[in-house]
T-cell receptor, first 113, second 114 residues
Framework: AQSVTQPDIHITVSEGASLELRCNYSYGATPYLFWYVQSPGQGLQLLLKYFSGDTLVQGIKGFEAEFKRSQSSFNLRKPSVHWSDAAEYFCAVGMDSSYKLIFGSGTRLLVRP | DAGITQSPRYKITETGRQVTLMCHQTWSHSYMFWYRQDLGHGLRLIYYSAAADITDKGEVPDGYVVSRSKTENFPLTLESATRSQTSVYFC?????????????FGNGTRLTVT
């Protein structure tokens, strides 16, 4: 069965430090890949998406993600974290065979001053 | 302003009662969705709709009913609420199929069943 794994439930980084959030998926073909961010009390907002082409995609708020087919991964990165980046981040996978998105269980980012 | 609006933001109800969560979008998106968010489970799809009068079950549809008589509205009804339905519910919409089109989310309804 198709699945999405975010192995880190919580991550804490210092403001200004770099960030990498991990996402692995299980699917036989090339999926459609998304990262969403959820601030407290809010709905999810799209950060970036990968459908095809260049495997390094740029998103909003200075985030980027890299699709690695060989590792079935789509990790999210940011070179310098700001306090306002503290939120929960969700990886999601879409497949040609289904209308549905499958979400990972999320990673909560805490930012130390 | 255009967007997706959920109401109420907070709801407390008793076991066995019927409760309806409302969702309204102003973009005229074809697709609409209801998700529930629970700690450790991420988001799980309850029901979705590809167009007015077309609905289908998601991963966790039991105990829920939806309708979509108009494109812009997609209410979710808990016919007889149970404590296991205590959750945060999100409505979302997309212009095309969500496997290749971004979802736009409302701000959620926090439902507590006592």
């Amino acid at each position: 069965a198709q699945s999405v794994t975010q192995p880190d439930i919580h991550i804490t980084v210092s403001e200004g430090a770099s960030l990498e959030l991990r996402c692995n998926y299980s699917y036989g073909a090339t999926p459609y890949l998304f990262w969403y961010v959820q601030s407290p009390g809010q709905g999810l907002q799209l950060l970036l998406k990968y459908f095809s082409g260049d495997t390094l995609v740029q998103g909003i708020k200075g985030f980027e993600a890299e699709f690695k087919r060989s590792q079935s991964s789509f990790n999210l990165r940011k070179p310098s974290v700001h306090w306002s980046d503290a939120a929960e981040y969700f990886c999601a996978v879409g497949m040609d065979s289904s209308y549905k998105l499958i979400f990972g269980s999320g990673t909560r980012l805490l930012v130390r001053p | 302003d255009a967007g997706i609006t959920q109401s109420p933001r907070y709801k407390i109800t008793e076991t066995g009662r019927q409760v309806t969560l409302m969702c309204h979008q102003t973009w005229s998106h074809s697709y609409m969705f209801w998700y529930r968010q629970d700690l450790g489970h991420g988001l799980r799809l309850i029901y979705y709709s590809a167009a007015a009068d077309i609905t289908d079950k998601g991963e966790v549809p039991d105990g829920y009913v939806v309708s979509r008589s108009k494109t812009e509205n997609f209410p979710l009804t808990l016919e007889s609420a149970t404590r296991s339905q205590t959750s945060v519910y999100f409505c979302a919409s997309s212009v095309r199929q969500p496997n290749n089109s971004p979802l736009h989310f409302g701000n959620g309804t926090r439902l507590t069943v006592t």
